[in-house]
């Protein structure tokens, strides 16, 4: 069911200095900042051959990622996101497996304007797994 790996997240303190080790150290081809509100973050993407990382600072007071950095001060991997063609089948293939969707189950717009769900890490093995419909 599910495709490619769109994007690893990785919560960091420090955006700026973030995005510079993955140019400058790295060499990889970083974007610039977004700001999306309704997530509560700031994003940073940046475009390998085979997948994309996603950089994330929390925008706002009560941002997602705040507690994850609180308990992560040097920051850390969030979340994984895997392609699926279907959100809703996806969706309700899950559910019938016994897993956890969070918020409403029904699919936002993430970063990328496209409809993504985000699954529960208890019942991923200690990963919180984001879906995004391609
Ligand atoms: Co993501």
Redesign the pocket.
Same mark, same amino acid.
């Given at each position: 069911m599910i495709g490619r790996l769109n +994007?690893v %997240?990785i919560a960091v303190p420090d955006l700026d200095a973030a995005a510079a080790l993955y140019r400058d150290a790295l060499g990889a081809e970083v974007g610039a900042p977004q700001d999306e509100p309704d997530h509560g973050v700031t994003v940073v993407f940046i475009n390998l051959p085979n997948t994309k990382i #996603?950089l994330l600072h929390p925008l706002g007071a009560d941002s997602p990622i705040a507690g994850f950095l609180e308990k992560n001060p040097s920051g850390g991997i969030h +979340?994984v996101?895997y392609e699926v063609e279907d959100i809703i089948a996806a969706r309700d293939n899950l559910a019938r497996s016994g897993a956890r969707v969070l918020g409403s189950g029904e699919p936002k717009i993430? %970063?990328h304007g496209k409809p993504v769900l985000f699954l529960h890490p208890k019942d991923f093995n200690g990963t919180l797994v #984001?879906l995004e419909q391609v």
């Open positions: +994007h %997240a #996603e +979340h996101c993430g %970063a #984001e």
